[in-house]
C-alpha cells in the first residue's frame, strides 16, 4: 500500500511539472516572473524565414494575416490597401510556406456606413496552443469582425467594428456585410480611450465565461485625450450585441500604440499576442499572460519579433502565431525593402526557407 502511495505521488508530482502552475498568480492576478519567461521559451521564433506572402500586384500593400485551417488546408485572410480604402482578400497554403491568393471576400461598396473601408479577421478560431485552428460556426454561420468607415485613405475618418457572416468560409465570395456597427466611437458611454476611433478587432469563444459571457473580443483603440493607441474588451451573448467591459484598456503604454491582439490558450494560460509601436523606437512583436482573460501581465523582457533584416528594416509588427507539429510559426507584417508583405519567423530553422 506504502509503495503505492508513492507511486501515485510521483505521477502527481510529474503532471503538475507539465503546466503552468495556478499556484503561481499572486494575489492580484498577476502571472509570475518565472511563468512568463517560461512562456517566452514556448513562443520565441529567432528564425526570420522571410517574406512568405506578397500581394499578386505588388503595388498593393497587404497586412494583418488571420491564420486558420479547414479540410487539411491553411487560410490566410489579410487585407489589402490600395490607395482608397481597405478591402479583405483570402489566400490558401498546404504548408505555411507557399501561399496562393484566391480572392476578394469584402469589397467596397457604395452609400454605406463602410462603403470604403471593410478590414477583416476571422472570428471564433480555436484558441489552443498547437491545435486544430479551425474555425467555429456559430447559429449556422461563420463569423468575421471588420474595420469598418466610408471615408477614402489610410485608416482616415471615423473606424468603427462591423461583423460580416457566411455560410462558407473557404471561397473567394463576398462575405454579408448587412449588420449594422457593432461599436463606434459615437457610441453613448464610449471609454475615454477609444472616443476618437477604433481599429482591428478579435473575437474569440471563452467556454469558461470569465466574463460571463461566451463571446470576447479585443480591439485597439484611439481617444481625444489619450492620442494613443490601447486594447480593450468588449462582451457578447449572441455575436451581434455587443457590450464594452470594464473602464480602461486592459494593454496600454500611454503611448504610441499597443495593438492587433490575438488569444492562444496554453495550459492554463491565455497568451496575449500584439505589437507595439513608437513607445520606443519603431515596431515590434510583445506579448502578455493571463489567467482570466481579464487581468494582464505584460511581458518586460526582449522583443518576440523586431527590425533586423531589409525586408523588415522599418516595421515587424500584426502578429499571428501558432504551434504545428512541434513548430511555432510566428507570422506578421514586414514593411522595408519588398514594400508591405507578410514574413514569417518561426522556431526553427525550415529546409524550406524564403528569400
Known amino acids: 500500500m506504502k509503495s503505492l502511495f508513492l507511486s501515485l505521488a510521483v505521477a502527481l508530482t510529474a503532471i503538475s511539472l507539465t503546466c503552468c502552475n495556478p499556484k503561481e498568480v499572486t494575489s492580484n492576478n498577476e502571472v509570475s516572473k518565472e511563468v512568463m519567461e517560461q512562456i517566452f521559451e514556448e513562443v520565441k521564433t529567432p528564425f526570420k524565414q522571410g517574406v512568405v506572402f506578397q ?4 503595388s498593393k500593400m497587404i497586412d494583418s494575416p488571420t491564420i486558420f485551417r479547414k479540410d487539411e488546408v491553411w487560410y490566410m485572410t489579410y487585407i489589402v490597401f490600395d490607395g482608397q480604402g481597405y478591402e479583405t482578400w483570402l489566400a490558401e497554403s498546404q504548408d505555411l510556406i507557399q501561399w496562393e491568393s484566391k480572392g476578394k471576400i469584402l469589397s467596397f461598396t457604395e452609400d454605406t456606413w463602410d462603403a470604403n473601408q471593410k478590414a477583416g479577421y476571422v472570428s471564433l478560431v480555436n484558441t489552443e496552443w498547437g491545435g486544430d485552428y479551425s474555425v467555429e460556426k456559430y447559429q449556422g454561420q461563420y463569423w468575421m469582425s471588420y474595420l469598418g468607415g466610408n471615408s477614402t485613405g489610410y485608416e482616415s475618418g471615423t473606424l468603427k467594428i462591423g461583423m460580416a457572416n457566411t455560410d462558407s468560409l473557404i471561397d473567394s465570395k463576398e462575405w454579408n456585410t448587412n449588420n449594422t456597427p457593432l461599436l463606434s466611437p459615437e457610441d ?3 471609454r475615454w480611450f477609444e472616443n ?3 481599429y ?7 467556454n469558461e465565461k470569465h466574463t460571463g459571457h461566451p463571446f470576447v473580443m479585443y480591439y485597439n483603440a484611439k481617444g481625444d485625450i489619450a492620442n494613443y493607441e490601447s486594447i480593450g474588451m468588449a462582451v457578447s451573448d449572441d455575436m451581434l450585441s455587443w457590450q464594452r467591459f470594464g473602464d480602461d484598456p486592459v494593454i ?12 492562444a490558450k496554453f495550459n492554463d494560460i491565455y497568451i496575449m499576442f500584439y ?16 489567467y482570466d482573460l481579464i487581468n494582464w501581465t505584460d511581458w518586460e523582457g526582449e522583443d518576440l519579433i523586431a527590425p533586423s533584416e531589409d525586408f523588415d528594416k522599418k516595421y515587424a509588427h500584426k502578429p499571428w502565431v501558432i504551434k504545428w507539429k512541434g513548430v511555432v510559426y510566428h507570422f506578421y507584417n514586414a514593411v522595408g525593402s519588398e514594400g508591405r508583405v507578410i514574413a514569417l519567423a518561426t522556431s526553427k530553422e525550415l529546409n524550406q526557407k524564403r528569400q
Not at 55 to 58: L, S, V
Not at 200 to 206: A, E, F, H, T, W
Open 55 to 58: 500581394h499578386p500586384d505588388t
Open 188 to 190: 453613448e458611454g464610449v
Open 196 to 198: 476618437k476611433t477604433i
Open 200 to 206: 482591428k478587432s478579435l473575437v474569440i469563444r471563452d
Open 252 to 263: 496600454t503604454r500611454g503611448n504610441g500604440i499597443c495593438g492587433d491582439a490575438q488569444i
Open 275 to 290: 505589437f507595439g509601436a513608437f513607445w520606443k523606437p519603431g515596431a515590434f512583436e510583445r506579448f502578455a499572460c493571463s
